[in-house]
């Protein structure tokens, strides 16, 4: 019977409380198989999933569910040296190199590992005279693996997954999600990481087009693919930005403006009880990612941590995330965000924070927050 | 809401969608059918040609009915397109359906020259002979532009032409022109011209290429074998016979006196020293340079009340206006550009307030980012 075969990552790592990662994950991939026909099994380490339909469409989106490092397709026969004789005995007339690689998960099997091998080979050999056996760099392998459910798995090769732990296993964030590159990024990679997601966004209507708030809608259904829904917070900057331009000096106004976005995403992160906030920045990228930009808009946040993932990555390596997670198309449809409506000449590079303080006292922030609050839109974001 | 964005698309006349209704349903069939009922359908297209022509003010030629303009445009390009060191001059001022095109050819390696334009907004004729030669195989230059109000003087450009370049053919897109103002093809000397539905209270899909000699016209599309071979494709007869009801409809030089008083009065109002105002021959569409502001930042905080549109509605995904840049204005200057554009139907009064809200929204925007 075909069956595949899943492996679970890190959780290995994980002492008494490993069933409560393990059941989550179960849960996760039962969530993102929604729809599909199939039998899930849990066996010592490993996952198996049988009696399917649909092979690729199952493939394709158990590869997104975090947690899970590889799964390989596999045949599933009984744990017995006579099975496996005949399974192997169908073997005919291969030609190139070959081994074969048992393990055995069930220590009680009569043949040690070796030693079945080394049965296995030699029936495939007298099949196929053409073949030779190769340890080092074989054409063919054949790969064993003996459960204690009291079957065997017959596979050649594994299919990567992306690997972390189970998505909401390690709580709740929030992403500020701008419509870039790098933001959605963050989140992915947060995500991997058992983080669940909401998303705030903040737009600039009128100075922002409504395409710009779509495009961030379309990358929170990106996300989707992997983190299943995203609860999207839209709150609207435009009398912050407004209010900032007014009465600041213009090279503080990216400054002061991330400062009321870092207190607004840690508002919504407590009423929505999410443990931390999530940013796409990476150091030295531009003016406001700066470590004295960092300390300055950090410093309003209170209690809870804000995790960067992107920050020691180069452009490039935040790009070719992107790409393989598919938001990258739709992060550099040119519109305008907020961040570059009332863009300064010269933003501040080193904002000293004493001054940053000095600026802003000339507003009202608190109003100015609530201004803002009170536009608040959610959107949810499904699959 | 008062819609003044006439240029990027109007309503349906109401006798435009009964009759799209009638030919959608009850006179459905498919032309190029056996039977009486499709032969019947047949003819009222091929009457609809003759109307359309008359209306052009074509002695000589054919009407090959396209899915708009910018087919009707790309078919005229393309289709005139002959192997060898040929040469194809267009204005700088064209519809993108136009320029991407001419910029299509000359990646492909095709000769290919540009008529600038003057400040004014219409194509530099002074200097058209520059861009001629005998070689010439292709002229294509708007009637009325969609950028401004300006309108190309044709019958001189024909003239130029026919002098120095015995092989070319001349196109004009008179998309904003059509039953606008008046004009007869005869009369400017033209061998093709593209006219669109939706400009005038047809259906959007629907367009139109005249020919003088379909003889000089490759096709394009291969297929059926439909209007001439030159266009195949089962006719959109839907769109076609609601386009002729709604040009039908419009008595040109009557609505051209009308909105010439809409435009003056709007004008009248909005004029101020912090905005430029480029108007031209066709009172249809009038250009303000707003000072200090975003022209789309401005779109968006009329949108309620007044709808206007920034530069083209065609060319609005892409950062600046092209056309107003090969004017000679800055990109400061063309960040702030609105585009009014009227509809005959409309009343001074309706114009007058929605110019009053554009200035009123005008300085607010400016107020708040100065």
Known sequence: MKAILIRMGELFLKGGNRYIFENMLVSNIRKKLEGLSYKLEKTQGRLVINNYENEDELIERLTKVFGLVSISKAEEIDATVESLEEFFGRYKNLEGSFKVEVKRGDKRFKLDSMQLAKRLGEIILENSPKLVVDLYSPQIVFKVDIRQNGKAYVFDGNISCCGGLPLGSAGGGLLLLSGGIDSPVAGFLMAKRGLKLEALHFHSYPYTSPEAKQKVLTLAKKLCAYVDSVKVHCISFTKVQEAIHANCSPEFMITIMRRIMMRIAETIAKRENLGCIVTGESLGQVASQTMQSMTVTQNVVDLLPVFRPCIAMDKEEIIKIAKDIDTFETSILPYEDCCTVFLPKNPVIKPKLEKTEAEESRLNVQELIDQAMATEEVIEIKK | ?370
């Open chain 2, 1 to 370: 809401m008062i819609y003044l964005d006439n240029a990027a698309t109007t309503k349906m006349s109401e006798n435009a969608l009964k009759t799209y209704n009638d030919y959608a349903s009850a006179n459905f069939f498919n032309p190029s059918a056996p039977y009486k009922q499709a032969f019947k359908v047949a003819m009222e297209i091929d009457d609809a040609r003759q109307q359309l022509k008359k209306m052009l003010g074509a002695k000589k030629g054919d009407i090959i009915f396209t899915s708009g303009a910018t087919e009707a445009n790309n078919l005229a390009i393309k289709g005139s397109e002959r192997e060898g060191n040929w040469e194809y001059v267009f204005s700088m001022g064209e519809h993108p359906s136009v320029m991407e095109t001419a910029k299509a050819m000359q990646r492909e390696g095709k000769n290919v020259f540009f008529i600038p334009l003057k400040k004014s907004g219409e194509a530099n004729l002074d200097e058209l002979e520059k861009y001629l030669s005998p070689k010439t195989r292709f002229v294509s230059c708007m009637l009325a532009s969609n950028i401004t109000g300006a309108v190309n003087d044709i019958k001189l450009l024909s003239s130029i032409v026919r002098k120095h370049c015995p092989h070319a053919v001349i196109h004009v897109d008179a998309v904003q022109a059509f039953k606008k103002i008046e004009f007869s093809v005869d009369d400017l000397d033209i061998d093709l011209l593209s006219i669109s539905g939706h400009k005038f209270h047809g259906p959007k899909g629907c367009g139109a290429l005249y020919v003088k000699n379909k003889a000089s016209l490759k096709n394009i599309v291969y297929g059926g074998g439909q209007e001439y071979g030159i266009r195949s494709g089962t006719e959109n007869v839907a769109g076609i016979m609601s386009m002729l009801a709604a040009a039908n409809e419009i008595d040109t030089a009557k609505n051209f006196e009308h909105v010439l008083k809409l435009k003056k009065a709007f004008i009248d109002v909005i004029q101020s020293n912090s905005v430029k105002v480029i108007e031209g021959k066709n009172p249809y569409i009038v250009m303000l340079l707003f000072d200090g502001v975003n022209g789309e930042t401005l779109v968006r905080m009329l949108e309620d009340e007044v709808i206007v549109a920034k530069g083209s509605a065609c060319s609005s995904k892409k950062a600046g206006n092209y056309v107003l840049e090969n004017m000679g204005y800055s990109r400061d200057q063309v960040k702030g550009a609105v585009r009014v554009s009227f509809s005959a139907d409309q009343t001074q009064a309706e114009v007058i307030k929605a110019a009053k809200m554009i200035k009123a929204k005008y300085l607010e925007l400016y107020e708040r980012t100065k």
